[in-house]
């Protein structure tokens, strides 16, 4: 089992994975909250060197769900720019957030713009990382923060290769409860390619998306060790730094003897 943390200094993300002692560290391949193109990165050649795994996480900016034409075709543009930033490096993976249609509008619309992104991208050869698409925290008019949302959503783009990230806090603040949720999402979707292990500063269906570490939230620690023995994927913490090695510690003891 891979566990580690997003690693907030990506200058250096092998040495910072390192230093933890993960076997698989997250990182952002340009700015998330501008729409920059990915320039190589500079340690290209250590991270693909590397036995640690890495997975990318696509900027913030991104909303491939968008009504909005001067903002779905950028994201458009972004996830396939990211996505082949994160094959550079030899990742797993490209994380996306469900994203969402304003208020007033047809979520169908939103969940149809998804379906485009990969059908659109499958006439160029596909792309070249699997996408994992993560469920969302609030918004009553986005495409992943309910249950049934997801479903929605994987009818339109389950077959088309399109992965997914379980984030826990995101859930529980969503209002889906965490008992069972690996069933209940695998139901859904037919898998989990990565977990975002982290707990809540908030209450439950808080629509609120604040992490804390482990020990620290409103989320009891057994039920988020037992997400992560249940789903059998990657886990990557996204927990405050100043108590992540404790939570890598804690994911160790309750992980030990599982492959």
């Not at 990506?10 to 910072?16: K, Y």
């Not at 890495?54 to 996830?79: D, Q």
Request: charged share 25%; glycine share 10%.
């Amino acid at each position: 089992m891979r566990i580690g943390a997003h690693v907030r200094q990506d200058d250096n993300p092998i040495g910072h994975g390192e230093e933890l002692g993960a076997d698989i560290v997250q990182l952002f391949v340009t700015d998330p909250q501008k729409w920059n193109k990915p320039d190589p990165h500079p340690r290209a050649e250590q991270i693909l060197a590397s036995p640690i795994d890495v997975v990318v996480h696509s900027s913030y900016v991104i909303n491939v769900a968008s009504l909005n034409n001067r903002l779905r075709m950028p994201s458009r543009k972004a996830v396939s720019e990211q996505a082949q930033a994160a094959a550079d490096i030899g990742a797993i993976g490209l994380v996306v957030h469900g994203g969402h249609v304003r208020q007033g509008e047809d979520p169908a619309e939103g969940i149809s713009n998804w379906r485009k992104l990969f059908t659109r991208q499958a006439d160029k050869g596909g792309f070249p990382v699997p996408i994992l698409i993560e469920n969302t925290a609030g918004g009553d008019a986005a495409m992943a923060r309910y249950f049934d949302d997801i479903g929605r959503l994987w009818d339109a783009v389950g077959d088309l290769g399109a992965g997914f990230c379980l984030d826990t806090c995101h859930a529980w603040a969503a209002g889906e409860d965490l008992v069972g949720v690996v069933e209940r999402i695998k139901a859904i979707t037919g898998r989990i390619d990565l977990v975002h292990l982290n707990n809540s500063r908030d209450e439950f269906d808080s629509a609120r998306d604040r992490h804390a570490n482990i020990a620290d939230g409103t989320i009891d620690s057994e039920l988020l060790a037992e997400v992560v023995r249940t789903a059998q994927a990657p886990v990557i913490l996204e927990t405050p730094a100043g108590g992540m090695a404790e939570d890598l510690a804690y994911l160790r003891e309750v992980t030990a003897g599982q492959p």
